[in-house]
């Protein structure tokens, strides 16, 4: 059974950091493209940070670009994304998706809630 388990959401002052975490369960990281999205309230999902594939290529949307990072460890089985400089507007539930290479096979956690605000 595929599990994908995010936390280290919470409150956060704007300007502030936050990391979360991804533990994979079930799948082994180095054949999944991970990424990360999020869902403001009212909004459609949209996706934060990504590894192209199985190595480190990594895409940033622009929102973000220079402020998250997104990292892996796979001996861990997790994926991290490192959150810098929160703004309001970064205010979302944040999952983590994991897509089999080579498929269209995708599994998605159930989320963590991210805030910013003072």
């Known amino acids: 059974q595929v599990q994908l388990v995010e936390s280290g959401g919470g409150l956060v002052q704007p300007g502030g950091s936050l990391r979360l975490s991804c533990v994979a369960s079930?799948?082994?990281?180095?054949?999944?493209?991970m990424s990360w999205y999020r869902q403001a309230p009212g909004k459609e999902r949209e996706l934060v940070a990504t590894f192209a594939g199985a190595g480190d290529s990594t895409n940033y949307a622009d929102a973000v670009k220079g402020r998250f990072t997104i990292a892996r460890d796979n001996a861990k089985n997790t994926v991290y994304l490192e959150m810098n400089s929160l703004k309001p507007e970064d205010t979302a539930v944040y999952y983590c998706?994991?897509?089999?290479?080579?498929?269209?096979?995708?599994?998605w956690g159930k989320g963590t809630q991210v805030t910013v605000s003072s």
């Open positions: 079930g799948i082994f990281l180095d054949i999944y493209a």
């Open positions: 998706n994991g897509r089999k290479l080579g498929t269209s096979m995708k599994y």
